[in-house]
């Protein structure tokens, strides 16, 4: 299949799916009740959370919901997104961004980017936060450094 076949039939299932931006590519349940915080989810004994707040994972790029007063949570995380031929994802931009722009990764590409795979990066990284949607790695450097 043709690399822009392939990436119009991405962005129309993203589209599909409505605000790609709160997209999760993996979720995770459990429960995280404890008798020392009653109403609240216990993730650990500096993370607690109540009833429809969210907090980052400070382990990695996640997001952990507190769904109930009984200590149900969701843990929400990055995903993987295919990369066009000849490339693959390196690191991540800002680990320490919010989630979901912690998800954000740099493009390698064998003989570097050329304008179609730095149109997919670009396109790849807006997905994850707006804020990323720059043209040329210099601005990717930027704010990988923020």
């Known amino acids: 299949m043709c690399w822009r076949l392939k990436t119009l039939l991405l962005f129309t299932f993203l589209l599909c799916l409505g605000d790609v931006r709160q997209v999760a590519a993996w979720m995770a349940f459990g429960n995280y009740h404890n008798t020392a915080n009653p109403g609240k989810c216990t993730i650990s ?32 995380g990055c995903g993987t997104i295919g990369a066009p031929d000849g490339c693959e994802w390196g690191d991540y931009v800002n680990e320490n961004a919010d ?10 590409c064998v ?14 990284w807006e997905m994850f936060s707006p804020n990323l949607k720059i043209t040329g790695l210099e601005g990717a450097s930027a704010a990988k450094q923020q």
């Open 111 to 124: 003989g570097g980017l050329n304008n179609e795979t730095r149109s997919y990066q670009e396109n790849v």
């Open 45 to 76: 004994e500096t993370i607690i959370i109540s009833p429809g707040d969210k907090v980052k994972s400070p382990d990695s790029c996640a997001e952990i919901h507190c769904g109930n007063e009984n200590g149900d949570a969701t843990i929400s």
């Open 99 to 108: 989630f979901p722009a912690c998800c954000a990764r740099y493009l390698n």
